[in-house]
């Protein structure tokens, strides 16, 4: 909140000084883009509520995330796949998705395309592909992402 009054001031002390030099139209392009920036950071803000953690044990794969009311989703490891699918445009992001029995379900919206990538390769090793399950790290190790 101090920041953007901060900014807010400071925007509008060089607005009004402008309006006052005959420079009327820069006033309301000011209030136009403060309220561009408020929205941007109230968006912001409540977006940093936001959690998804992937917990995967010998014969589940479990992604809970929060985005409002928290949620749950179950996929049996062994039939599951990570998969990344390309977008038909260049203009949208590529998406980590876990699929199994028809359904699907994208993980990672939040991250850069190298982390979602990278992210992709480490669940792939720790889930296998389709009928395939291989060892997981020790009890003590559990693997959780967040």
């Given at each position: 909140m101090?920041?953007?009054v901060s900014v807010c001031t400071a925007t509008f002390g060089?607005?009004?000084a402008a309006t006052a030099l005959g420079y009327w139209p820069v006033l309301p392009f000011a209030g136009a883009e403060m309220l561009l920036l408020?929205?941007?950071l109230r968006s912001s803000m409540q977006r940093r509520f936001e959690r998804e953690t992937i917990d995967i044990s010998d014969s589940e794969i479990i992604i809970e995330y929060a985005r409002g009311t928290p949620q749950r989703v179950v996929f049996p490891r062994h039939w599951a796949r990570v998969k990344i699918r390309h977008p038909k445009s260049p203009l949208h992001r590529t998406q980590l998705v876990f699929e199994s029995h028809g359904r699907a379900h994208e993980v990672g919206k939040f991250l850069t395309e190298e982390e979602r990538h990278t992210l992709a390769?480490?669940?792939r090793r720790l889930v296998?592909?389709?009928n395939q399950s291989p060892a997981l790290p020790?009890?003590?190790s559990p693997e959780q992402f967040s």
């Open positions: 101090l920041f953007f060089v607005a009004g408020g929205w941007a390769a480490e669940l296998g592909d389709m020790p009890a003590g």
